[in-house]
């Protein structure tokens, strides 16, 4: 358990006793609703900066076998990344899919006039 005694500018004095997030959520409720504010805008910011790359979903259906039974075609990919709640055009697929062949991550191949790709 954290201790902390806080003044704040109007002459107020709080002791306070418990976890770090328990004795800021004090400290916030002291300063009013402009702390509040700010502090949710900055969680706001945090949140929003990580973002999911291609080339992550893409390894994601990789370690899931995804490609491991039969080939696939980027159309196939389009549906699955889709039912996932990542939509991507097939072309932007093709590119990324590309670059996963030239790593040695899949293989693909020429099939029925298409190319598919495989683990």
């Known amino acids: ?34 702390a509040m504010k700010r502090r949710s805008a900055r969680v706001k910011v945090k ?34 990344l889709g039912a996932m709640g990542h939509h991507y055009p097939v072309t932007t697929l093709s590119g990324a899919m590309l670059r996963q062949v030239r790593s040695r991550n899949l293989r693909r191949m020429k099939q029925d006039k298409k190319w598919v790709y495989t683990g």
């Open 1 to 34: 358990m954290a201790k902390a005694q806080i003044t704040f500018p109007d002459g107020t004095t709080v002791k306070v006793e418990g976890t770090p997030d328990e004795i800021s959520a004090v400290v916030d409720r002291g300063r009013g609703p402009e």
């Open 47 to 80: 949140a929003s900066s990580t973002r999911i790359q291609l080339v992550d979903l893409i390894a994601n259906l990789i370690d899931g076998g995804f490609f491991r039974k039969k080939p696939k075609d980027p159309a196939a990919m389009k549906t699955a």
